[in-house]
Structures are given as structure tokens and as C-alpha cells.
């Protein structure tokens, strides 16, 4: 990769400057297409609460959410596979949480680590099915969103007579596993705040006087420590150079002794992981597991994955990129709230700024690399 | 680095009238209307031209928000978004009050008045604080639909639910299953959105199941394809067919004698009144003392030419 350091000089590697190194890296597009956002939206939607306390969280908390998924999907694609069934494993981790954790009675602890398994292991058949077969990711797990949105729907319908299951903040009271992905960091500090005048807080009701925000959400802290752990295993082991291996060219890899089918069930399984942490953050967050939920999920990971610099075809890619992505994209669609952009051209704005964000990356990547 | 910067201004150039023209603001109060409806969901079309009736009349700005695939997590995450950007009022649905208790509860403690339509029950709104809820109670509506098939004859029944991850849809069936005196179960369909995917369930059904009294649609969504599943098997008119809501289709249905009756939940109503309710409150101080059943109303054969006229539109 282009930051491995050079130890030995060899009269093979071409000489690169040092501003020219720190230039090409495949987060650049990412970086300068998060300050355009940010400067768009600084001057069409500056003072409509965007920027308050309660704005940034609103759509810090969104792009958290976009990070999660994104950086399991990044991999994924870096690998040379896709996975199309991270909304509807979201949506089946919450169920199957709620159906062990409130229907049969479990401790939560027990029902989220019972979901992990089992998710993890959908992931590795999802991965297994695509080596042995040969066939697609693309198809196999388009079989999966079917499926597992199927399960999804039915056993809530077979067990409750209904889709949506409540009272799992209830039952994961007291939880220390729970606490994990549904609390808040940093209360002291927020609390200060409200009192120091620095963000707003309550007028009225039981919670007066307290600050608006009141933390911050464990979803983010899932998110920044995902992208963090991502980074560092794609840049700096030898098993992240073997997932650029897998994806560049997967039988030149195997030639050269990559373990490619284990990276890619391994990836598999890291998308299957992340796809759950982001159900049990938003099931212990809302308190209810709904069929609906996730519901185009992986389109938004794979989109911000792509604004973030991966090509679609694999070996190329950031995790750092895919984050910026994520925060393109949740900026964008909860500024264009902001900006009081008319709801029915909504879907018209998204994709022409997406559209542009793809484009500028593109541009950047090719003057960058040279690359035609 | 210059083509860059030409492609971020090209960018930001042709989206900059776009977005004036979004921000053009009426003078007078802001209020945001946000549903859990998907984007194809046309039922919610009326709402949306209450609203602007309503804030025309009144002299107030709405704007309408909703999830676009109808994902409830991210309602509750338009909520929050809504109440930060500081409007007067929110009207907005809860069509389920674990995810959306929270974020409603906390707009109304940031000092935004709250009123709840269409889903949701007046004790969940009176709990989250709201100033009133008006709507109509699904539960009741579906019982009310039961026992007047049931007085008409009819014994069993096939439900047709298109949108089966919503509690409220569940209710409908339920409700009119009580009616009927019967349990709820294989009867009620999970039809998806699509309406050559509903009308084929809907066939498929009636084929295996030829001895089913009636059918039970719960919206334009999943009437309209069965209305032409129907007219294909030769069943229609002869087969008992009720239906929620109403529609342009609907309500030629019901004029041709397919279709018995359809519930009017007066959505008109449910986006209306909470618009001139709110502006009086904030201008006059003034608050109806109870809450609002804007339905149901059974619209059959009889009265169809105002209803006809506005169907799709106002009603």
C-alpha cells in the first residue's frame, strides 16, 4: 500500500516525493469531499439548529450508524465480495435479540451473545456458499436478504401475532452487556455543559433543566472503535494485505500462498459482526425489534463505502474513506432536513450530491494515481 | 487541483436555486408533519394537500418528512432532527411507541408543541405529552368493520396486509376478525407493496381457499390490485369486499358494486385540523378540551359524488 514504509531502497521502486506519498492515499477524495459538505451546508443551513447541540448529534448518530455497517462493507468489497444481506441481517439480529431476550425469558447478556453466534455464523455460510460455489456474492447473499427478511417476519408473527416486539428496555435493565450498546459516555461532562450554558436543555416536563444531550451514544463510540480496529487491520497486518490480495487478483494471490477463501468467510463473518452491532445498538436504543427494520441498509453501506474511494470491483479501498463516506452521506441526508429542502425533491438532492461526491473522488483518485 | 474546485463549484451553483426555492418561507409559525409512511405509499398523498391547504389558510409554514423506506428507527431519527431545528409544532404519528416515545417526549421537554395523528391510541399521546391526539382508532374501526360483515353474513375472510410490519396494520385484521367471531390467523396475507406480487397472493389465495366470504383490504395499496385480481377470476361482485381507506379506484369499486363499503378514516382530518389546532393554540391560546376521532366513517353506494369528486385528493 502506498503508506507501507520503504526500508530497503531498490533501484525497482520508483522515487516519490513526500508530498506526493501523503497525496495519494484513496481517503484524499474523502477528506476533501467531507469539507465541501460541511462548507455547503455552513452556508445554506448555518443557523436552522443544524450546528446545535442536538443538530450535530442528530446526524453524528446517523453517520455513526452509516460507519458501522460501512466499515464491515469496505472490507467486504476491499476482499472482492459484496453483501447485500446487511439490512436484513439488521433487521434479524434485533428480532432474534427481542425473541430470546423477551419472548423466551433469557438474560440479555445471553440473548446478544446468542445473536452474534448465530448472525456470525450466517455470515460464514454466506461466505462459505460463495468459495465453494463459485457463484456470485451478489446472488448468494440477495438469497439471504430474502431469507433472513423472511424469518424476520415470520417468527415474530408466529410467536407473538405480531411484528414488532416490544419491551426490551425492560428486560435489558441492569444489563452489563446491554449497557454496552445502548448507553450514553460522558454524562458528567454533558450535564457541566447544560449548566455552563453551552448547549441548551430542557424547558419543561420531568427532565427540566437538564441538557438536551445528555451523552454520547455508545453507537458512536461502536462506530469511531470499528473504524479504528479496521484501519489498523487493513494498513498494518499481514492479513489486511492478504484482503487487498483476495480482491485485486484472487488467483494470483492464491498462487503466491494467500489463504484467500478463509480472508474472504473471515470478511463474510466481520460484516455479519458489524451488521449486529448496529441491530443491538438501535434494539436497545428503541426498546423494540421491528420487522421493517434495515430495510435498504446495505445499499447505504455500499454507497458510502463507495464515496469513500473503494471501487466497486475490489482491491482498492479505505477504511478511513469509507468512514468519511459514511459522514458525507449522513451529513448530507439529514442537512438536506436542515436546509428545508421540499420532501418530495428530497431523493432528487441525495442523489445528485451523491453523484458529485462519487465523481469528485474519481477525479481526485485519477490525478492523484495517474491512473487512466 | 483545479478541476476539483470546478466540479465543487459547478456543484454547488446548480443546487443553489434548488435549494432557495426550498427554504421560501411563509411569513408565521413553522410546524413539521412527520409520518412513518414510505414513499410508496400514496395514501399519505392527502396529507400532504391538507397541509398546504391548512398553511395557506392559516398562514403558516408545514413541512412534510417521512422515512423513505418506512423504517421506523429512522423516523424516530427525523423526529429528533425536526425538533432540533426549532419549529413551533410537530405533528407526527406513533405507530410505535417503544421507538418513537422517546424522541417525541424529548421535543416536547425542548419546548416544542406536539400533536399525534393518525397512529397511536389518545392514552400513548396524552404519556408522550402531546397537546391531543386525533385519528382514528384502528382497533375499533376493524371491530366496527367485522360486526357490520358479520351482519351482512359473512363468515371467513381473507385479509390483505401490505404493510405487515406496522402494528396499526395488524390491528385492522385483528379487530375485524373479533368482529366476525373468528381467530386470526392464515387468513391475513403478508402481500408485500408491489401490485402485480399482490394481485397473484391475492388469486393464489382464493384459489386454494375458494370457500372465503370476503376479502379485507386496508388501503389503496393492496385494494387496487385486488379489486383487479378479482375482476380476473370472475369473482368480483360476487365475493364480499371491504376495504380501508378510500381511492380514485376504490371508489369506482364501490359505485360498480364490487366493493361493499370503505372505511373513511378522513385522513383530511388527521393533517387538517392539527395545522389550525396548533396556530390558534400558539396565536390565541386557544385548545379544544378532548381529542379527535377523525373516523371511521363507512362510505358505501349511497352519498359517492362528493367523495367521487375529491377522491385521491381530500378524501
Known sequence: ?372 | MTPTMKLLLAATVAATPLIAAGTAQAEGEKYILVSHAPDSDSWWNTIKNAIALASEQMGVEVEYRNPPTGDLADMARIIEQAAASGPDGIITTLSDFDVLSGPVRSAVDSGVDVIIMNSGTPEQAREVGALMYVGQPEYDAGLAAGERAKEDGVESFLCVNHYISSPASTERCQGFADGLGVELGEQMIDSGQDPAEIKNRVQAYLSANPDTDAVLTLGPTSADPTLLALDETGMAGDIYFGTFDLGANIVQGIKDGVIEWGIDQQPFLQAYLPVVVLTNYHRYGVLPGNNINSGPGFVTAEGLEMVEKFAGEYR
Request: aromatic letters at 12%; proline letters at 2%.
Open chain 1, 1 to 372: 500500500m502506498a503508506d507501507t514504509p520503504q526500508i530497503v531502497m531498490d533501484e525497482r521502486v520508483k522515487q516519490i516525493s513526500p508530498m506526493r506519498r501523503a497525496m495519494i492515499r484513496p481517503e484524499l477524495g474523502g477528506i476533501v469531499g467531507t469539507i465541501a459538505v460541511f462548507v455547503f451546508f455552513g452556508l445554506f443551513a448555518f443557523d436552522s439548529g443544524m450546528f446545535n447541540s442536538q443538530g450535530i448529534m442528530n446526524w453524528s448518530v446517523v453517520s455513526a450508524q452509516f460507519m458501522i455497517i460501512a466499515v464491515g462493507a469496505c472490507l467486504l468489497m476491499i476482499a472482492g465480495e459484496f453483501d447485500l444481506s446487511v439490512g436484513s441481517m439488521i433487521g434479524f439480529a434485533g428480532m432474534m435479540m427481542a425473541i430470546f431476550g423477551v419472548t423466551l425469558g433469557w438474560p440479555m447478556w445471553v440473548a446478544i451473545l446468542v445473536t452474534f453466534a448465530l448472525c456470525i455464523s450466517i455470515g460464514a455460510l454466506n461466505g462459505f456458499i460463495v468459495v465453494r460455489t463459485g457463484l456470485p456474492s451478489f446472488i448468494v447473499t440477495l438469497a439471504f436478504l430474502f431469507i433472513l427478511r423472511g424469518f424476520t417476519i415470520f417468527l415474530p408473527q408466529t410467536i407473538e401475532r405480531k411484528t414488532i416486539i416490544g419491551g426490551i428496555r425492560e428486560a435489558a435493565e441492569g444489563d452489563w452487556l446491554a449497557a454496552l450498546f445502548g448507553g450514553t459516555i460522558g454524562k458528567g461532562f454533558f450535564t457541566w455543559m447544560g449548566e455552563a450554558g453551552i448547549i441548551a436543555t430542557f424547558e419543561r416536563g420531568t427532565r427540566a433543566g437538564e441538557p438536551v444531550v445528555n451523552g454520547i451514544p455508545m453507537l458512536i463510540v461502536w462506530a469511531l472503535g470499528l473504524v479504528v480496529v479496521g484501519h489498523v487491520l487493513l494498513t498494518r497486518t499481514r492479513f489486511g494485505n492478504w484482503i487487498f490480495a483476495a480482491g485485486g487478483d484472487a488467483e494470483a494471490a492464491r498462487n503466491s500462498g494467500v489463504p484467500v477463501n478463509r480472508v474472504k468467510i473471515t470478511m463474510f463473518m466481520f460484516t455479519a459482526f458489524c451488521a449486529t452491532v448496529f441491530a443491538a445498538c438501535q434494539v436497545m436504543e428503541f426498546g423494540s425489534a421491528g420487522a421493517d427494520r434495515g430495510l435498504l441498509k446495505e445499499f447505504e453501506a455500499i454507497i458510502a463505502v463507495v464515496i469513500g474511494g473503494a471501487l466497486l470491483t475490489g482491491g482498492y479501498g479505505s477504511v478511513i474513506g469509507a468512514a468519511l463516506g459514511a459522514l458525507i452521506f449522513g451529513v448530507v441526508q439529514q442537512g438536506l432536513f436542515f436546509a428545508g429542502v421540499e420532501s418530495s425533491l428530497f431523493r432528487v438532492f441525495l442523489g445528485v450530491i451523491l453523484l458529485f461526491a462519487v465523481i469528485l473522488n474519481t477525479y481526485i483518485r485519477r490525478i492523484i494515481t495517474g491512473e487512466r
